[in-house]
């Protein structure tokens, strides 16, 4: 038993030396695994900065690359240049008391084109409002010839009825000149008739044996009443004569048929003889009336 004891216990030395080992070698192990971690991440860092420097240097060579075209460039420029420093140096040179130095023409050009872009603002901004009193015209226009053509168009229409108008006026003379024309010739007419009506009453009043009164412009009646018994006489005196022409006609054929013809005796004539003569004398009257009416 007792030897199994110590085979325990040195045993259990063994095994906590083993897990003392053990402990130690995990602690290793870890700090192996840390010190391998932290080289590969600053491997990774080494070589993420080879390649940002090599980045860098090729940059920094193209950099490099421009700077001597760049040199190039200006020494090529200052070489152009050179001819205008001597330009301006002989100008320096030539000119008044007021220019000394290649600054003051500097500064006098500066002043130019200062001027000049002033100048060339205000050019800008005339043209602007050039353009925009351009198109403000252009509109204007625009509108003028559209209330021009509506203007002409109410004055089209406007001639037109004034034409209609005239026309209308025309035709209103026309026909007031034609009505003019028709009351003068019913007037005349008229007159002419009433001329004749009293013409005809007064020869039937001269080779009337009645007394008849002669109608005038002072008598008391009106003209168409005086008219109107004018035609009546003169329709009533034509009947009459008429009457004494047929009695007269029918008489002379009855005596001709009753007596014949002297040998160098006149028809109808005072030299008839026996009652014949007064029947020659009363158609003798009645001849003389009727040619005085109808001549």
Do not use: W
């Not at 034409?163 to 007037?187: F, H, I, S």
């Amino acid at each position: 038993m007792q030897a199994c004891d110590e085979n325990h216990s040195v045993f259990e030395r063994k095994q906590l030396d083993m897990k003392d080992q053990v402990i130690k070698f995990e602690k290793f192990i870890i700090e192996n695994d840390s010190k391998r971690q932290r080289a590969e991440m600053r491997a990774k860092d080494e070589r993420r900065k080879v390649t940002q420097k090599e980045e860098e240097l090729v940059q920094l060579q193209k950099l490099l690359g421009d700077v001597e075209e760049e040199r190039r460039g200006m020494r090529d420029s200052l070489d152009r240049l050179n001819k205008f420093k001597e330009y301006l140096d002989s100008t320096v040179d030539a000119a008044d008391e007021g220019i000394e130095q290649i600054d003051d023409i500097l500064n006098r050009l500066r002043t130019l084109e200062g001027a000049n872009s002033d100048l060339m603002s205000q050019v800008r901004d005339n043209d602007d409002e050039m353009d925009s009193v351009t198109s403000k015209l252009q509109s204007f226009m625009l509108e003028t010839q559209n209330h021009i053509l509506v203007q002409n168009s109410k004055v089209h229409n406007c001639q037109n009825d004034l034409e209609m108008l005239r026309a209308t006026a025309k035709k209103g003379r026309d026909d007031e000149e034609a009505k003019q024309d028709r009351v003068k010739d019913v007037n005349r007419e008229t007159g002419q008739i009433v001329m004749a009506i009293r013409n005809l009453y007064g020869r039937c009043c001269t080779a009337s044996r009645t007394k008849m009164p002669q109608f005038t412009a002072k008598t008391s009646m009106g003209d168409f009443e005086q008219l109107s018994r004018s035609l009546t006489f003169i329709e009533e005196r034509i009947v009459d004569l008429k009457e004494v022409q047929e009695g007269h006609e029918e008489a002379r054929k009855g005596q001709d048929s009753v007596l014949p013809p002297i040998p160098g005796s006149k028809q109808g004539g005072k030299d008839t003889p026996g009652g014949l003569g007064g029947g020659g004398k009363g158609s003798s009257t009645v001849k003389a009336e009727g040619s005085a009416f109808l001549s």
